[in-house]
């Protein structure tokens, strides 16, 4: 990782100068890529994601926007607080530091804002993981079973160990490639203390969706004996490691 800032009358960019020496402003925008048959929409998240084909490799660009009712007074605005502070370059320097730990994570190529006075909207470019599912396609298609779920609880305990908090810990952002798993998402995620307070309620999260996507459709019996205590017992497993 080579980490370099492009300044911009509105704002900045952040880049990895070893995936790409040059990034500017058109990588944020879907239509340049679409101009150049370098663009395929892939649902997933608020407002989708863009694969788009990249001079550093096929990359996932994705826009940030708020969630539930903020989201109909804000839309994709955020206040400003200073450049470090924004969503954009904070994920992205999450992500490297993920990458530097050696823990399965999207790696970080371009981040971007841009300013409207009080506020700023932001833009994160990561490397495509190819070939992979989430966890929740995987529970639709009854692919969830002792095995998967014991590799879900040791990766979260691997991120947990060196103190790295996902901030919506759920079956969509966990990715099951062909071999091995993924953690995406880290928006708002940041490095802590591990203690037991926060990464129990990490799993009870994680656990709730589950629920939520019919994992437990069988009877809460049949759930914990087939997914939620395999992983459970490989979590504990591998965070006492």
């Known amino acids: 990782m080579q980490e370099q800032l492009r300044k911009e009358a509105d704002g900045a960019i952040l880049f990895d100068a070893e995936a790409s020496p040059q990034v500017d402003a058109d990588w944020f925008v879907p239509e340049y890529w679409r101009g150049r ?12 994601v863009q694969i788009i084909a990249t001079p550093a490799g096929e990359c996932v660009l994705r826009h940030y926007r708020r969630g539930g009712v903020v989201a109909k ?38 981040a971007h804002y841009r300013r409207h006075g009080l506020f700023y909207r932001a833009d ?19 692919r969830l079973d002792a095995e998967l779920a014991r590799e879900v609880g040791a990766l979260v305990a691997r991120f947990h160990r060196a103190g790295i908090w996902h901030a919506d810990l759920n079956a969509h952002n966990v990715l099951v490639a062909t071999a091995e798993l993924y953690l995406i998402d880290f928006d708002r995620g940041r490095v802590r203390e591990p203690a037991e307070a926060w990464r129990l309620a990490n799993l009870a999260r994680l656990h709730r969706s589950l629920v939520k996507l019919g994992a437990a459709a069988h ?3 049949a759930f914990r004996a087939t997914v939620w205590t395999p992983l459970i017992e490989a979590y504990e497993a591998t965070f006492g490691a």
């Open 219 to 221: 009877g809460e019996q």
């Open 124 to 142: 994160l470019v990561t490397r495509r993981i190819a070939d992979a599912r989430t966890l929740a396609e995987c529970l639709a298609a009854g």
């Open 37 to 48: 048959g370098a663009l395929r929409s892939q649902t997933g998240g608020r407002g989708g």
């Open 73 to 110: 007074l804000m839309g994709d605005r955020y206040l400003w607080r200073g450049a470090d502070a924004t969503r954009c370059f904070a994920e992205f320097r999450l992500l490297a530091e993920i990458a530097r730990l050696g823990l399965p994570g999207p790696a970080p190529v371009a």
